[in-house]
């Protein structure tokens, strides 16, 4: 069975002080490991695909990284504005047109 | 650009009473969803249109039905609502494979 999951589940950072979110995974055939950010209130937004291990992709402050078991966020010096919740999502060859999604990472970045 | 539309934004019911969720989509994306979010739970897909005049199972699908009206159109319904659908449901759609979805704002709806 196709399984994801997130730690930690909450986090606080101080503005500049760099961390990374872990996104574990299982699957099989995996078809690409996906990672959305989603404000209070609102829907989440897509922010990155990968595809294989040791792909990364950047996004200002934010770099994701994938390996055979599990993905990285990386947030360097956050600021207040990247304050939201992180999840990450695995689609899988035995599951076409479905996303498994993990239950997120809250994070507050503290000014 | 309006991207993914719900209706309503919050809806409150009684037990057993019936309501359909709209969503519509302007990207003239193929592939439309319906997922439900809930504390502690993560998002899960309760149904699923990979293309006009189709429709598939998610992993909670019980207590719903769906339809997929045009391309742009899909509608979520619950024919007698219970507690245990207190949730927020999210529409989304995408272009080609799912992986990237476009998101609606969600539908918050609380049944007592």
């Known amino acids: 069975e196709d399984q994801v999951t997130q730690s930690p589940e909450a986090l606080r950072l101080q503005e500049g002080e760099s961390s990374s979110l872990n996104c574990s995974y299982t699957?099989?055939?995996?078809?690409?490991l996906f990672w959305y950010r989603q404000d209070p209130g609102k829907g989440p937004e897509f922010l990155f695909t990968l595809y294989s291990a040791g792909e990364e992709k950047e996004k200002e402050r934010l770099k994701a990284t994938l390996t055979k078991k599990e993905s990285f966020l990386h947030i360097t010096a956050p600021k207040p504005e990247d304050s939201a919740t992180y999840l990450c999502?695995?689609?899988?060859?035995?599951?076409?047109?479905?996303?498994?999604f993990g239950q997120g990472t809250t994070l507050q970045v503290k000014p | 650009n309006a991207g993914v539309t719900q209706t309503p934004k919050f809806q409150v019911l009684k037990t057993g009473q019936s309501m359909t969720l709209q969503c519509a989509q302007d990207m003239n994306h193929n592939s439309m969803y319906w997922y439900r979010q809930d504390p502690g739970m993560g998002l899960r897909l309760i149904y699923y249109?990979?293309?006009?005049?189709?429709?598939d199972k998610g992993e909670v699908p019980n207590g719903y039905n769906v339809s997929r009206l045009n391309k742009r159109e899909f509608s979520l319904r619950l024919e007698s609502a219970a507690p245990s659908q207190t949730s927020v449901y999210f529409c989304a759609s995408s272009g080609g494979w799912a992986g990237e979805l476009f998101f609606g704002e969600g539908s918050r709806l609380t049944v007592l």
């Open positions: 999502a695995v689609g899988g060859s035995s599951n076409t047109g479905k996303l498994i």
């Open positions: 699957v099989s055939g995996l078809r690409g």
């Open positions: 249109s990979a293309s006009e005049g189709t429709t």
